[in-house]
C-alpha cells in the first residue's frame, strides 16, 4: 500500500530516512515529496547572542532547521574555537530543551545537552517550561515553497496514481501544497467526505480515483497544530501521531488503514 508524506529525506546512520523504514515494516511503501525550503534570518543578532550565554537562562531549539543556524553562526563567525573551549560549558550549565528527538540528535552534535525532547510536541514542551524561565524569541529561518513541489506531485500522482494516505509535516507545508494536492484531484476533491465508524470515532477520507473507482485516502498529520491546519481547511483528518517520530507516525497510519481503525 503506497502513503505520501509531504517532507524532505533525512538519512540516518543506517543510511535511510527512518520515515520510511518505520513505513515499511508495516508494508506501507512511502514516498517522501519536499514542500518547503528554508532561508536563515537574523544569523548576526543570534550568533551574538550565543556569545553571551550570561544573558539568558536556556535554550530552545523548536526544529532542527533551528541547530542548523547555530552551526552556520559558529562556522561562519569563526566561534568554533571558542565554542569548543568556553562557550559549550556554559551553555551546558543551563537548561537546553529541544522538541523532538531528530532536534536532540542534532543539538548533541554540537556537545549540548537535552531535556524535553519526549514532550512530544511544541504545546506540552511549552507547558514544561513556560513556568520555569523567561523567554526572548529569535527567528532565525523562514519557510518558503520548495521549487520542486508542483513537479514532484505530477510526478507522483501520474506514475503512482492516488496515495492510501498523505501525511502532512506542518500547517506551512500543507499551504504550499494543499492547492496542487486540490489540482491533481480534478473534480475528485470535492468527493471528499469524513465518513464516521459508528462504534469508533474515525474519520475517512473518500476520493474519486481518476480511473472512477472509489478509493480511501486519509489525510494524517504530525501533531496537533498540523492537525488543526488541516481542519481549518475544512479536512477530516483520520490519524494524528503521538508524537513527532517515525514510530508513532507509522503505528499511526497503520491503525488508520486497517478496517474500522483509528489513531
Given amino acids: 500500500m503506497k502513503v505520501l508524506l509531504l517532507k524532505d529525506a533525512k538519512e540516518d546512520d543506517c543510511g535511510q530516512d527512518p ?38 537562562g536556556g535554550l530552545i531549539f523548536t526544529s532542527p532547521r533551528a541547530v542548523e543556524a547555530a552551526q552556520l553562526c559558529l562556522e561562519k563567525n569563526n566561534k568554533t574555537e571558542v565554542w569548543e573551549r568556553s562557550l559549550k560549558e556554559k551553555w551546558n550549565a543551563k537548561s537546553v530543551y529541544v522538541v523532538g528527538n531528530a532536534t536532540a540528535s542534532l543539538v548533541s552534535k554540537i556537545g549540548l545537552d537535552t531535556e524535553g525532547e519526549t514532550c512530544g510536541n511544541a504545546e506540552k514542551l511549552a507547558e514544561y517550561i513556560c513556568s520555569r524561565i523567561a523567554m526572548e524569541s529569535v527567528t532565525v529561518y523562514q519557510t518558503i515553497p520548495h521549487p520542486g513541489i508542483q513537479g514532484n506531485l505530477n510526478s507522483y500522482y501520474s506514475q503512482q496514481g492516488v496515495p492510501a494516505s498523505i501525511t502532512f509535516f506542518s500547517p506551512s507545508g500543507l499551504t504550499y501544497s494543499l492547492k496542487h494536492i486540490q489540482e491533481l484531484s480534478g473534480d475528485s476533491i470535492d468527493q471528499i ?26 489525510f494524517a498529520a504530525i501533531g496537533p497544530t498540523t492537525a488543526r491546519a488541516l481542519a481549518a481547511q475544512g ?27 483509528c489513531c
Avoid: W
Avoid at 49 to 56: N, V
Avoid at 198 to 217: F, G, M, V, W
Avoid at 239 to 247: F, I, K, L
Fill in 19 to 56: 520515515y520510511i523504514r518505520e513505513l515499511g515494516l508495516y508494508g506501507l511503501e512511502a514516498t517522501l515529496i519536499p514542500v518547503l525550503s528554508f532561508e536563515f534570518l537574523s544569523l548576526p543578532s543570534f550568533s551574538e547572542k550565543l556569545s553571551h550565554p550570561e544573558d539568558y
Fill in 193 to 218: 467526505k469524513g465518513a464516521r465508524h459508528p462504534k469508533q470515532n474515525c474519520l475517512q477520507l473518500e476520493l474519486l480515483r481518476k480511473d472512477c473507482t472509489n478509493a480511501a485516502t486519509m
Fill in 235 to 261: 479536512l477530516p483528518v483520520s490519524c494524528t501521531a503521538e508524537s513527532p517520530t517515525p514510530q508513532a507516525l507509522a503505528t499511526g497510519i497503520r491503525k488508520a488503514l486497517q478496517p474500522h481503525g
